[in-house]
C-alpha cells in the first residue's frame, strides 16, 4: 500500500483555499487531479468532501475523515466514514490523501506509518482571486516536504501550474505507481 498526498497550492504562500473555495481556476489542474485519483481511494475532511459537485467525485471510493461519526454522506456504497486517523494506519490498498489543510498535516506529522512516500507537489504560479474568507495554507507541509523528502522529478509546466513528485527519503516507492503518476504529470491532457 502507498500513501499519495495530492494538492495545488500558491507558490508564493503556499495558500491552498481562500474560505470554502480554491483562489484560482485552472481547468488543466482539475483534469490532472482526475487522471490522478479516478479509480482510486480518496481521504478527505468533511470541507474538502463537501466542495465536491453533488459531494461526489465519479469512479471513486471516498473515505472522510471527521470527528463526526454520525456524519452523512452522500453515497453510501463508496463513502465511507472515518473518525480516527489510525485507521489508515494498515489500509490495504494504495489512498490519495486529498485534503484539506487539516488532513494533509494529520498525515504528514502523525507518524511514520501515516506520512505519504509520495507527494504530487503542484505549484500555481499566477496571482490569486480576490475571495472573502480566511487563507488556508500547508506551509508546515511544505517545510516538512522540504527537509524528509526528495523531488525526484522536474517540474512540469501546464497553465502556469508546476507539478513535480517528491518521495520520502529512504523509502521504498511501489514503482508502478511512481510510473504512473510520472506519465500523467508528465504529459499535456
Known amino acids: 500500500m502507498t500513501k ?3 494538492w495545488c497550492r500558491h507558490n508564493e504562500d503556499n ?6 473555495q480554491i483562489p484560482w ?10 487522471k490522478i ?5 480518496l481521504v478527505v475532511g468533511e470541507k474538502t468532501y463537501e466542495s465536491f459537485p453533488n459531494r461526489t467525485l465519479p ?10 461519526s454520525n456524519y452523512e454522506v452522500s453515497d453510501k456504497e463508496h463513502h465511507f466514514i472515518h473518525d480516527n486517523i489510525k485507521d489508515f494506519m494498515e489500509f490495504d490498498e494504495d489512498l490519495y490523501i486529498c485534503g484539506g489543510a487539516t488532513i494533509y498535516k494529520l498525515f504528514m506529522t502523525s507518524g511514520e ?10 505549484k500555481y504560479m499566477g496571482a490569486v482571486d480576490d475571495l472573502e474568507g ?3 495554507n500547508i506551509t508546515p507541509c511544505i517545510e516538512l516536504m522540504q527537509k524528509m523528502y526528495q523531488k525526484v522529478t522536474p517540474d512540469y509546466e501546464q497553465e502556469n501550474v508546476l507539478t513535480s513528485l517528491w518521495v520520502k527519503k529512504g523509502e521504498f516507492v ?9 506519465k500523467i504529470i508528465s504529459i499535456n491532457h
Request: proline fraction near 5%.
Open 59 to 68: 469512479n471513486r471510493d471516498i473515505h472522510i475523515l471527521t470527528l463526526n
Open 113 to 122: 506509518k501515516l506520512m505519504p512516500e509520495i507527494i504530487v507537489d503542484s
Open 4 to 6: 499519495i498526498a495530492v
Open 37 to 41: 485519483t479516478e479509480g482510486k481511494k
Open 174 to 182: 511501489e514503482q508502478e505507481v511512481l510510473k504512473e503518476l510520472i
Open 15 to 20: 495558500i491552498i483555499g481562500i474560505g470554502p
Open 25 to 34: 481556476h485552472i481547468p488543466s489542474d482539475f483534469k490532472r487531479f482526475r
Open 134 to 136: 480566511q487563507k488556508i
